[in-house]
């Protein structure tokens, strides 16, 4: 089993649908929470950054992790066609390493 | 791409033959990293540098070699190029001051290797 499980997709919504993307995770010690975002091609761009449990709100973006459950979300509102990427969550703890998610591909059609 | 680049973009090499791709950084950052990404396993890291000279092996190490001779610059060097080395190879980098280590990363090298 995997630290990280992601759903790979891929996840295809109409514009201006609220989009959930989602990462379980095993090991209770990560604390830091980051999603990225990548364009095909392209290298992955950070997208949110969180410390422990609780929401992060940016824009049209919501950042949350369940610390309880082991269950992080991004939630997009809005979506947009440049929303369409795909998207890797990543934790760590302490000064260790970042595990990945293997990401999840997300299109908006328009 | 937060002042990061890599080189070559792209490179087409035979089984057997040497490789190297170079990461170069103009943040001034200390921390450097070297991942591959395939479909199926997302990003793995092959090996970083906390500084001038200083390295260590992340997950998927074996075959691959590093140098940090200068702080801008972090070369991967395959010694003996194999297939399953064919992958997009992604250059990262972080500076843990400031209370949080976060990863910013280069456009990526997509290697061939026949």
């Known amino acids: 089993q995997k630290e990280v499980e992601q759903d790979p997709g891929p996840l295809s919504v109409p514009e201006g649908a609220i989009v959930s993307l989602n990462c379980t995770y095993s090991?209770?010690?990560?604390?830091?929470f980051m999603w990225y975002r990548q364009y095909s091609r392209k290298g992955p761009e950070l997208l949110m950054y969180?410390?422990?449990?609780g929401n992060k709100e940016d824009g049209r973006f919501t950042a949350q992790v369940d610390k309880s459950s082991k269950y992080i979300s991004l939630f997009i509102r809005d979506s947009q066609p440049s929303d369409s990427a795909t998207y890797l969550c990543?934790?760590?703890?302490?000064?260790?390493?970042?595990?990945f998610g293997t990401g999840t591909r997300l299109t908006i059609i328009p | 791409d937060a002042g990061i680049t890599q080189s070559p973009r792209h490179k087409v090499t035979e089984t057997g033959t040497p490789v190297t791709l170079r990461c170069h950084q103009t943040?001034?950052?200390?921390?450097m990293y070297w991942y591959r990404q395939d479909p199926g396993h997302g990003l793995r890291l092959i090996h970083y540098?906390?500084?001038?000279?200083?390295?260590d092996k992340g997950e998927v190490s074996d075959g691959y070699s590093v140098s940090r001779s200068k702080t801008e610059d972090f070369l991967l060097t395959l010694e003996s190029a194999t297939s399953s080395q064919t992958s997009v190879y992604f250059c990262?980098?972080?500076?843990?001051?400031?209370?949080?280590?976060?990863?910013?990363f280069g456009p990526g090298t997509r290697l061939l290797v026949l």
């Open positions: 990262a980098i972080s500076d843990p001051a400031g209370g949080g280590e976060t990863q910013y």
């Open positions: 090991n209770s010690a990560f604390q830091y």
């Open positions: 969180t410390y422990s449990s």
């Open positions: 990543a934790m760590r703890f302490g000064n260790e390493k970042l595990t």
């Open positions: 943040e001034n950052h200390r921390y």
């Open positions: 540098s906390y500084g001038v000279k200083d390295t």
